[in-house]
């Protein structure tokens, strides 16, 4: 515990700090007092100077807010499409086992979502890739190309495949591999 000796010395110093405080204030305030009294017009333009620069950086300030939630917003906004795209995409490749004679055994190979338009149809998210799967007989037929979107597949056995592919896989955009 303090004795009251030192109390009394560290009550001084503190009152001693905020009087010097004080007399700067009042300094500054009275320098700014002086320069408006003796010269007014250059005053006048000082004060007008510095809104104008306050009022500058208040607009940047803003302008910097604005833009930095317009990135926010369009971070968001490309996850949620991301994640849409991820969910398609994986949609697609339920499709592409679910048709398989032994949907079980499917090994996927080299899987991407691409975003890609056929034609006149709207543009969509595509699962573009190899699947690998046993036959009838149990035997694996080998890594095999498809591109599936929704519960539609397609696999060389298929007409219109060649032009689907090169349409879709090969001039679409690549988003991104997907896991299965």
Known sequence: MASAGESDWVSAAAGGVIFLAVIACAGVYAVDRFQAATAPKQYAAAQAQQQVQRAQEDAAMKAKAAEDEEARA??????????????????????????????????????????????????????????????????????TPFVAIGSTVLTPQDGIFEGVFQEVCLDGKKLFPVQV
Do not use: M
Request: proline share 3%; aromatic share 10%.
């Open 74 to 143: 369009e971070k968001a906004k490309t996850e949620q499409e991301e994640a849409q795209a991820y969910a398609s995409a994986k949609n697609a490749i339920e499709s592409v086992r679910s048709s398989l004679a032994d949907p079980d055994s499917a090994l996927f190979k080299d899987v991407w979502a691409v975003r890609g338009k056929l034609a006149e149809a709207p543009e969509g998210v595509f699962a573009c890739g190899t699947v690998n799967a046993k036959n009838g007989f149990g035997g694996y037929v080998g890594y």
